[in-house]
C-alpha cells in the first residue's frame, strides 16, 4: 500500500524539521523544501537515514514542480522571528504572498489538503484578550512589524479564497509562541535569548519593563495539534497555544532559576509596535480536535535548556 505523502515548504526550519519528524515517525512519507534562509541542514540530517524523508532546496517564492502524488501540502516557510523579518521584510513578504500562492497551486493540481501555518501575530497588539479566532486583530500595516503581520494576513486571506474559489480543502492554524529544541540560539526570539544569554552568565535583555505578557507552547504540544489540525475536516482558522499567560520578567526569572545562571537583567528600550499581550483562546481547538497542551512552562524549559547545553 502506498504510504500518504506529505509537502512542507520551510521543513527545515524549527518548527518544519520537528513536523517532518513526527510525520515520518507517524508513517508518512515527507518531501521538506528549503533554502535555508532560516532553515539549518543540521535540523534535518538526522531524517536522511529514512527512505521515507526526501528533501529539495527550493525558494518557494519561485514556482513549485514536483512530480507524483501529494496527499497534503503544508505552507510552512517563513521568516517567524523578528530578527529575520526586520532584516529581509522584502523576502518576508515574498513568502507569505508568493509563497503562500505556489503552495496552494501544488496543492490545487495534486488535489491535496492544504494546511496554512499562520501566526498569532495576524491580532497584532491586541485589544481583544484572549484572542479568539473570530477577533480580526489590530495590526499596523505600515509598521516595522508589517511585513510579517500583513503577509500572514494575507495568506490567510489566500487560502480561504482557494477554499471558496476552488473548493480546495484548506487548514489555518495561527501558531502562539512556540519554543523548544531546534530553535537557532542566535534566532533573537524571546526563548532562545534568554537560555543563550543564561547559560553563558550574560545579562538577559528585556525590552521594557517587562510587563508584557505572552503564552508559551511546547513544541511537542504543538505538533499533536498540528497532525490533529492536518486530519481534520475543519476549514477556518484554529488557534493553537498554550493558553497559560506570563509576563516577560516571570520568564527571565524561571530561566535564571533552572539555569542557576550568575546573569543579571538588563532592562533595554521597548521596540515599536510590541504587542502588550497575548494569549489563546483554545476552546475551539479543545472542542473539535480534543486537544490541549500538556507541557507546563518550567518542564519545555528544562527540556529546551537541556538542548542547548548540548
Not at 6 to 28: H, Q
Not at 167 to 183: A, H, Q
Not at 193 to 219: D, V, W
Request: net charge positive.
Amino acid at each position: 500500500m502506498r504510504k500518504k505523502t506529505v509537502l512542507i515548504t520551510g521543513g527545515a526550519g524549527f518548527i518544519g524539521s520537528n513536523m517532518c519528524e513526527k510525520l515520518l515517525n507517524k508513517g508518512y512519507a515527507v518531501i521538506c523544501l528549503d533554502n535555508f534562509v532560516t532553515g539549518s541542514a543540521e535540523n534535518i540530517k538526522g531524517l536522511f537515514k529514512n527512505n521515507d524523508f526526501r528533501f529539495e532546496k527550493r525558494n518557494v517564492s519561485n514556482y513549485i514542480d514536483i512530480p507524483g502524488k501529494i496527499d497534503y501540502v503544508l505552507h510552512c516557510a517563513s521568516l517567524a522571528s523578528p530578527k529575520d523579518y526586520l532584516d529581509f521584510p522584502i523576502q518576508t513578504l515574498k513568502v507569505g504572498s508568493l509563497g503562500t500562492h505556489n503552495a496552494l497551486g501544488l496543492a490545487k493540481e495534486k488535489r491535496s489538503v492544504f494546511l496554512l501555518f499562520s501566526t498569532s501575530e495576524v491580532y497584532g497588539d491586541p485589544l481583544v484578550h484572549p484572542q479568539k479566532e473570530n477577533y480580526w486583530g489590530h495590526v499596523n500595516p505600515i509598521g516595522v512589524r508589517g511585513c510579517y503581520d500583513e503577509s500572514k494576513r494575507f495568506a490567510e486571506a489566500l487560502t480561504m479564497a482557494y477554499h471558496r474559489v476552488h473548493k480546495l480543502d484548506t487548514k489555518i492554524v495561527r501558531i502562539f509562541n512556540t519554543y523548544g529544541p531546534r530553535m537557532r540560539h542566535n534566532d533573537g526570539r524571546v526563548v532562545p535569548n534568554f537560555i543563550t544569554s543564561a547559560i553563558s552568565n550574560k545579562p538577559l535583555a528585556i525590552y521594557g519593563k517587562g510587563h508584557q505578557t505572552r503564552s508559551f507552547c511546547y513544541i511537542d504540544d504543538l505538533l499533536e495539534g498540528l497532525l490533529r489540525l492536518m486530519l481534520s475536516n475543519i476549514n477556518e482558522p484554529v488557534n493553537l497555544g498554550n493558553p497559560d499567560e506570563f509576563t516577560i520578567e516571570q520568564l527571565a526569572k524561571l530561566v535564571l532559576k533552572i539555569t542557576r545562571s550568575r546573569s543579571k537583567i538588563a532592562y533595554k528600550q521597548l521596540p515599536v509596535d510590541d504587542p502588550r499581550q497575548r494569549q489563546p483562546d483554545i476552546s475551539k481547538a479543545k472542542k473539535l480536535l480534543s486537544w490541549k497542551p500538556s507541557i507546563c512552562l518550567e518542564q519545555g524549559l528544562e527540556r529546551t535548556i537541556s538542548w542547548f547545553r548540548r
